[in-house]
């Protein structure tokens, strides 16, 4: 590539690249001094604020959008990094199992129930898989294959964020109630029902080590799935009876999309266990920053006043599957304990 080259594309991108890694080191501030709070829930939400509070400059559109998509499929990519098979195999074949039923349940249902609610059919995909998987970059990487809008996809991401917050305060509460004071036991639960890897270490840390190392590892089984599902929904919204838009061009159909098939080579390269610990740590950073950076370009971009149009059932959609996990979740962990 030549310098007139890389100039040309530092004008066009640097802008707003700057704008959102000077956004995104905010929300790690906010993350670092509340730890409870996600940076990428930080992050999306101050995108949103400064998009909706200040007009911003044209030349930072670029930028923003190339986060949003760019950089948001490369922090996917690295989300594969943080499981290996054997992890998944420790599990026991009962506990995988589990996993597979609550995502299938949780996906399903929302799948099926959101119509039926009223609202559209691309929207309930986007609150189906961040409820089923693994939340905002669940989110992100069926977007990649199905058409809908960005106040959709910003808002699934908002639904999945918040109910994952609200997990942080509710379920430590009723660890007692529901006679989970067995650590392994509330992790596997915490594990299975929250959406957020970040979420889900800050709820579990509540019960000690035992409790987040259970949680962590069902957690990131959930996650494994999301390649699965996504190649799955890609084919099938190709037919014409889904009611869905595929993203791919007709011209070039790409069955799995190039950064779902990153996130499986990443996976296999950490099952070798090539990767050092202290490179996992560092890998995981660079996620964390890459997917936060993507929800601030994102998140800038919508306006709440057309997001508001979409109304209150996308809200109660996502109580109903927020609830219907916890419970399919909790049913199933007492069942293989």
Known sequence: MTVPRLVALAKTYGPGLVFVGVVTFVGFVVHWNFETISPLVASLLLGVLIGNIVSIPKIFVSGQKFAAKNVLRFGIVLLGTQLALKQVVDLGGRELIVVVVVVALTFLGTLWLGPRLGISKSLSLLIATGFSICGASAVAAMEGVVEADEEEVTYAIALVTLCGSLAIVLLPLLRNVLSLSDPQLFGSWVGASVHDVAQVIATSSTGGETAVH???????????????????????????????????????????????????????????????????????????????????????????????????????????????????????VRLVA
Do not use: Y
């Not at 890609?234 to 037919?239: A, G, P, Y």
């Not at 080579?265 to 099952?271: F, N």
């Open 214 to 332: 259970a949680a962590t590892v069902v957690k990131l089984s959930r996650v494994v799935l999301l390649a699965p599902l996504v190649a799955i929904v890609s084919i099938w919204v190709r037919r014409s009876s889904s009611g869905l838009v595929a993203k791919a061009d007709k011209k070039h159909v790409s069955i799995v999309p190039l950064f779902v098939i990153g996130f499986l080579v990443m996976i296999a390269v950490r099952t070798t266990g090539v990767i050092p610990d202290n490179w996992l740590t560092m890998l995981k950073t660079i996620e964390q920053v890459c997917l936060a950076s993507a929800l601030v370009g994102l998140g800038s971009d919508v306006r709440i006043a057309r997001l508001l149009k979409v109304g209150g059932r996308p809200l109660l959609l996502a109580l109903i599957s927020w609830f219907g996990i916890a419970v399919v979740s909790l049913i199933g």
